[in-house]
């Protein structure tokens, strides 16, 4: 029990450092809309309700990134759900047809998806028989990216994800569980 304690007790220490030098060495100047993003997480135990939140700041997210080993994302990928297979060209065709307050619907097998695009963002509401629900908000060349149409650097992926502006970008439900990443305004 006390390696445990010291591996976290490690790792948090790390965290701490890591998101004062975040909060030391100042965010790219092409970062003016998102300051962070908070993550609430609220989970129902015992009839008691738990809440934790935190922030990480968007210069820690920044950093992280340079660290990742390509130069660019984009491929041609397939995410299978299931039976059936739910492409980003299957999402990206969705969100062409949707219209406002009229969502595109993805329908493979008992599977249900509803697309719409709100300028360059997409947003993607996917629900399943068990009461879970799944709302992401992504920039549409993170979908096009991942459909083999476009190639995206992390460094624009990050650009446009700060473009998208302030708000939840993604709402995991569970029942009474609830996971909610918010991008925070400057």
């Not at 029990?1 to 701490?16: Q, S």
């Not at 009229?102 to 697309?115: A, R």
């Amino acid at each position: 029990m006390k390696e445990v304690r010291a591996v976290v007790l490690g790792l948090l220490i790390v965290l701490i450092g890591a998101i004062l030098v975040a909060y030391w060495r100042r965010p790219a100047r092409d970062l003016k809309r998102v300051s962070g993003y908070r993550v609430e997480i609220e989970k129902s135990e015992g009839g008691s309700r738990k809440h934790v939140s935190f922030t990480v700041p968007m210069t820690l997210v920044a950093r992280i990134a340079t660290f990742v080993p390509f130069t660019d994302i984009g491929a041609d990928a397939r995410s299978n759900w299931n039976d059936a297979d739910v492409t980003p060209k299957d999402i990206l065709t969705a969100a062409d047809q949707s219209s406002p307050g009229k969502p595109g619907i993805v329908s493979k097998s008992h599977n249900k998806i509803e697309v719409s695009q709100d300028g360059q963002a997409i947003e993607i509401v996917i629900r399943d028989d068990w009461d879970k629900t799944v709302r992401l908000r992504v920039p549409r060349a993170l979908v096009e990216s991942l459909s083999g149409e476009k190639r995206i650097s992390p460094r624009d992926l990050l650009k446009k994800l700060d473009e998208l502006g302030p708000g939840d970008v993604v709402v995991i439900r569970d029942r009474d569980d609830q996971v909610t990443i918010t991008a925070v305004a400057r």
